[in-house]
C-alpha cells in the first residue's frame, strides 16, 4: 500500500477514533470498578421497597390517598414518591388526596402522622418498621 | 429459562419479517438480517401483543402467546415461498461476521455490569417506562389507569412500545420481573451495535467498521444511558434501522428496502412522543426526497400509496393511541398564548447555551467534536446522494426539540435542559456514527 493511501483522511479519522475507543473503554472500566468498590459500601436499595407491605392489603382499590409533609418538590422525596407508585401498581397513589378509602401516612415526623389520622378519624391497618401508616376511612 | 423462549420467538418472527419483505437478490448477509430481525422482532411481538388490549380490553397472556405463534407460522409459510435462507446455513456467516458478534458481545460487558448495579433502571424507568408495563400486565381492564391525570409526573401522554416489548416477555412467566427489563436495555444496546457494525459492513465489508460500534459503546455515559431502561436507545435503534433502509433503497432500487423504512419509522412513532416527531421529520423528508427524485411523479405517488398501506400495521398502534388513548398532556404550557412572551427569550438562549455545552461536555469523550472532525473532514462525500437526508433530518429534530423547550413555559428551563438534552442527543448517536462512518466509506 503507498504512503498517501495508508495517510488517506479515512484511515486518520479511524486511527482517532480507534484512540477514542481504547481511551473510552479504559476510562469507562475503572469508573466501573470504583462503582463495584462504592456498592460495597454502600449497597443497593430501592426505596419502593419500604411499601411492599402495603400491596397485598389494597384489595382491588384503584386508588390510594399517599399523605405526606415531605416537600415533593425536592428530587429525593420526588423519587420516593415515583418508587412507591412503581412498587404499588397497578394502584394509583393520589398526592396528598385524603379523600381516598385507603390511605398511606408517609411522615417525616410520626405524630403529624398520627395527629391527622385522628383528625380524619382514620382506623389503622397497618405500621411498618419505619414509620409508614396504613388506614382506612371508616365508612368510606 | 423460560425467558429464552420469548426471545428466540422474536428474533425469528422479525427475521421472517426482513424475509418476506426483502427479495433474496438484494437480501442483506446473514448477520444483519439476524441483528435487524432482533429488532424488527421486538416490535412485532410487542404490537401482536397489542391487539388483546383491543380485542379484550386487557393483556391475556395465552392470546399473546397464541397470536405470537401463530403468526410465526404464517410468516414461515410465506418465507418458504420467498427464498429462506435458515440462520446457521453453511457459508451464511463470514469470519468478519463471526469476529464482530465476538467482539460486540465483550463489549456489551460493562453495559450489563451497569445494568446490574441498578437492577430497577434509572429514574424514568420506574417512574414511566416499567411502571407502564405493570399497569399493562397486572391492570386487566384498569390498564387505562396509566393515563390517569394522578400520575401526570409519569408521562401519562407518552406511547408505550418499550412497555409492550417487556409485556411480551412477562406473558411466559407470569409476573412482572425486573430481570427482564434489565435485560432488554442490555439487549436493545447489542441490537444497535450490531446493526450498525453489519449494516455498515454490508455497505462497504471492511472489518474496520468494527469501530462505529465499540465507539458508542466506549462512552461511559452511553453505557450508562443504554442500561437505565429508558426509551432513548429506541428511538436511536429505529432511526438508524431508517437510515439504513433509505441508504440500501439507493443502492440496490428495491421498493422493499422503504417498505423496511416505512415499518421502522411506524415503530418509532409508538416509543416515545420524541420518537413521533423524529418519526413525523423523517418521513416527511425521506418520503419527498424519493418522490422528488423519481422518473414518474404518478408512479411513484402511486408506489408510496402501496407502501404506506403495507407499512400500516406498524403506525397503527400510535393512530389509535393518539386519537382514542392518549389524554392531554398535563405537563404543557403554551408560552405563545400566555400574555407575557418575556419568558420565551431567554428559554430560547438557555436551551442554546445548554446545547453548546451539552456537545462539548467531558462526559462524551469529544465524540460531537469527533464525528463533526470526520464529517467536515470527509467534506461533500458527507452530503453525496442518500447522506444529505441525515442531518437535514437532525437539524429539523434539533430545532423542533429546541422549539418545544421555548414554548413549553410548564418546567423552569435550566431544570428541563439539563434533566432531558443529554438523553435527545444520546438517541441521535447510532444515526450521527452512521453518517460519519458512511461519510468516510
Known amino acids: 500500500m503507498k504512503f498517501e493511501n495508508w495517510l488517506s483522511r ?3 479519522m479511524l486511527a482517532i477514533i480507534a484512540a477514542a475507543v481504547l481511551y473510552g473503554t479504559g476510562c469507562g472500566l475503572i469508573e466501573l470498578c470504583s462503582m463495584y468498590a462504592q456498592r460495597q459500601t454502600h449497597p443497593f436499595f430501592f426505596e419502593g421497597d419500604l411499601f411492599a407491605g402495603v400491596k397485598g392489603a389494597t384489595g382491588g382499590e384503584k386508588y390510594l390517598g399517599y399523605m405526606t409533609d415531605r416537600d415533593i418538590n425536592i428530587d429525593k422525596i420526588a423519587m420516593r414518591f415515583t418508587q412507591a407508585q412503581f412498587a ?3 394502584v394509583i397513589l393520589d398526592f396528598n388526596n385524603s379523600n381516598h378509602r385507603l390511605l398511606i401516612l408517609d411522615f417525616q415526623d410520626l405524630k403529624q402522622a398520627v395527629a391527622l389520622a385522628q383528625k380524619l378519624q382514620l382506623k389503622l391497618l397497618k405500621r411498618s418498621p419505619q414509620g409508614l401508616l396504613f388506614a382506612e376511612r371508616p365508612g368510606s | 429459562m423460560i425467558y429464552i423462549l420469548p426471545w428466540l420467538i422474536s428474533i425469528l418472527e422479525g427475521f421472517l419479517v426482513l424475509t ?6 438484494v437480501r442483506p448477509r446473514m448477520a444483519l438480517l439476524i441483528f435487524w430481525g432482533s429488532l424488527v422482532g421486538m416490535a412485532t411481538t410487542a404490537l401482536l401483543t397489542f391487539t388483546s388490549l383491543i380485542l379484550f380490553n386487557k393483556i391475556v397472556p395465552a392470546y399473546a402467546i397464541g397470536i405470537n405463534i401463530a403468526a410465526l407460522t404464517g410468516l414461515f409459510l410465506l418465507a418458504k415461498k420467498n427464498d429462506l435462507v ?3 446455513t453453511k ?5 468478519i461476521d463471526l469476529i464482530g458478534v465476538h467482539v460486540l458481545i465483550l463489549f456489551l460487558i460493562p453495559v450489563i455490569l451497569h445494568a446490574l448495579l441498578y437492577p430497577q433502571g434509572g429514574w424514568d424507568a420506574w417512574s414511566c417506562w416499567n411502571l407502564k408495563a405493570k399497569f399493562l400486565f397486572l391492570g386487566d381492564e384498569g390498564w387505562r389507569g396509566m393515563l390517569d391525570p394522578a400520575l401526570w409526573r409519569s408521562n401519562t401522554a407518552y406511547p408505550f412500545l418499550l412497555p409492550l416489548i417487556n409485556v ?9 420481573v425486573s430481570t427482564v427489563t434489565l435485560a432488554t436495555s442490555c439487549r436493545i444496546t447489542l441490537v444497535m451495535a450490531g446493526i450498525l457494525f453489519f449494516g455498515l459492513k454490508e455497505l462497504n465489508n471492511k472489518i474496520s467498521m468494527l469501530l462505529a460500534p465499540l465507539w458508542a459503546l466506549s462512552i461511559m455515559f452511553v453505557v450508562k444511558l443504554a442500561s437505565s431502561q429508558y426509551s432513548d436507545l429506541l428511538v436511536g435503534v429505529w432511526l438508524l434501522s431508517a437510515l439504513l433502509s433509505y441508504k440500501l433503497f439507493i443502492e440496490r432500487r428495491s421498493s422493499a428496502f422503504l417498505a ?3 415499518l421502522s419509522l411506524g415503530f418509532m412513532s409508538f416509543t416515545k412522543s420524541e420518537g413521533l416527531v423524529l418519526a413525523m421529520i423523517s418521513l416527511a423528508v425521506l418520503g419527498m426526497t424519493i418522490l422528488l427524485s423519481a422518473e414518474s411523479r404518478e408512479k411513484a405517488l402511486a408506489a408510496w400509496k402501496s407502501l404506506l398501506l403495507t407499512s400500516m400495521p406498524a403506525f397503527l398502534p400510535t393512530i389509535i393511541f393518539q386519537l382514542c388513548w392518549a389524554p392531554n398532556s398535563h405537563t404543557f404550557i403554551n408560552g405563545l398564548t400566555a400574555a407575557d ?3 420565551l427569550i431567554p428559554r430560547l438562549q438557555s436551551s442554546l447555551v445548554f446545547l453548546a455545552i451539552e456537545l462539548i461536555s467531558p462526559k462524551w469523550n469529544a465524540f460531537w467534536v469527533i464525528a463533526a472532525g470526520g464529517i467536515i473532514l470527509a467534506g461533500a462525500k458527507s452530503f453525496r446522494r442518500g447522506l444529505w437526508v441525515i442531518p437535514v433530518i437532525l437539524i429539523a429534530y434539533i430545532i423542533s426539540v429546541i422549539g418545544v423547550y421555548t414554548i413549553n413555559t410548564f418546567f423552569p428551563i435550566i431544570w428541563w435542559v439539563s434533566n432531558t438534552l443529554n438523553r435527545i442527543l444520546f438517541a441521535l448517536i447510532p444515526a450521527v456514527i452512521f453518517w460519519a462512518f458512511t461519510a468516510l466509506l
Open chain 2, 168 to 176: 411480551w416477555y412477562w406473558c411466559f412467566g407470569g409476573e412482572p
Open chain 2, 20 to 25: 418476506v419483505l426483502i427479495p433474496k437478490a
Open chain 2, 260 to 262: 423496511v423504512m416505512l
Open chain 1, 10 to 12: 479515512r484511515n486518520f
Open chain 2, 341 to 343: 412572551h418575556s419568558a
Open chain 1, 88 to 90: 404499588l401498581a397497578p
Open chain 2, 86 to 88: 435458515l440462520p446457521f
Open chain 2, 91 to 95: 457459508g451464511s456467516w463470514d469470519r
